[in-house]
T-cell receptor, first 110, second 115 residues
Framework: DAKTTQPNSMESNEEEPVHLPCNHS???????IHWYRQLPSQGPEYVIH???SNVNNRMASLAIAEDRKSSTLILHRATLRDAAVYYC???????????FGQGTELSVKP | NAGVMQNPRHLVRRRGQEARLRCSPM?????VYWYRQLPEEGLKFMVY????????ESGMPKERFSAEFPKEGPSILRIQQVVRGDSAAYFC?????????????FGEGSWLTVV
């Protein structure tokens, strides 16, 4: 699976939007972009995924660049409960497993 | 629809004993994955199974570790002759089919402490 690059950490204020970037310049045409997050002492949690078009769900939005070499996870209004490590992962079509990188540790200040 | 169920949530074993961790996937899911997270480290893939088959065990230590997903019943991760370095959180996940467009769901983890 192609590699992703994320900032090690980011800070946000409560109730403000957060944009978490992810670079994946070696993405192939059939790779899906998945985002997961892990809150302290919990299992990873699915956030969102997409292929080419921007995606929205109740948790977040995923903005995918036109060339697909980067994407941004958008939390529209950060809450204290959104403090977690966020992982951007590429999955090849029919790929076998998720490979977690270091992710971005998001801290949210009240 | 119950999520991925793991038990026990916490397990304490003495060095040399065996640890068995169980994972019941979500209903209708036939693909199971095991991950390990050592203290202050990231999630590391261990093994990927479908019913009765090991698909990818590239992350499994060569000795003492084994996994199965029988036709009936939960998936089992078995660690024989545990050592202190096996102390970690072990997460199980399941999906309805092969990844890419499918979502993978994780359990809450089993925390193993070796004393």
């Amino acid at each position: 699976d192609a590699k992703t690059t994320q900032p090690n950490s980011m800070e946000s204020n409560e109730e403000e939007p957060v944009h978490l970037p992810c670079n994946h310049s070696t993405i192939s045409g059939t790779d899906y972009i998945h985002w997961y997050r892990q809150l302290p002492s919990q299992g990873p949690e699915y956030v969102i995924h997409g292929l080419t078009s921007n995606v929205n769900n109740r948790m977040a939005s995923l903005a995918i660049a036109e060339d697909r070499k980067s994407s941004t996870l958008i939390l529209h209004r950060a809450t204290l409960r959104d403090a977690a490590v966020y992982y951007c992962i590429l999955i090849a079509n029919q790929g076998g497993k998720l490979i977690f990188g270091q992710g971005t540790e998001l801290s949210v200040k009240p | 629809n119950a999520g991925v169920m793991q038990n026990p949530r916490h397990l304490v074993r003495r060095r040399g004993q065996e640890a068995r961790l169980r994972c019941s996937p979500m209903k209708g899911h036939s693909h199971v994955y095991w991950y390990r997270q050592l203290p202050e480290e990231g999630l590391k893939f261990m093994v990927y199974l479908q019913k009765e088959n090991i698909i990818d065990e590239s992350g499994m230590p060569k000795e003492r570790f084994s996994a199965e997903f029988p036709k009936e019943g939960p998936s089992i991760l078995r660690i024989q002759q545990v050592v202190r370095g096996d102390s970690a959180a072990y997460f199980c996940a399941s999906s309805p089919g092969a990844l890419s467009g499918n979502t993978i769901y994780f359990g809450e983890g089993s925390w193993l402490t070796v004393v």
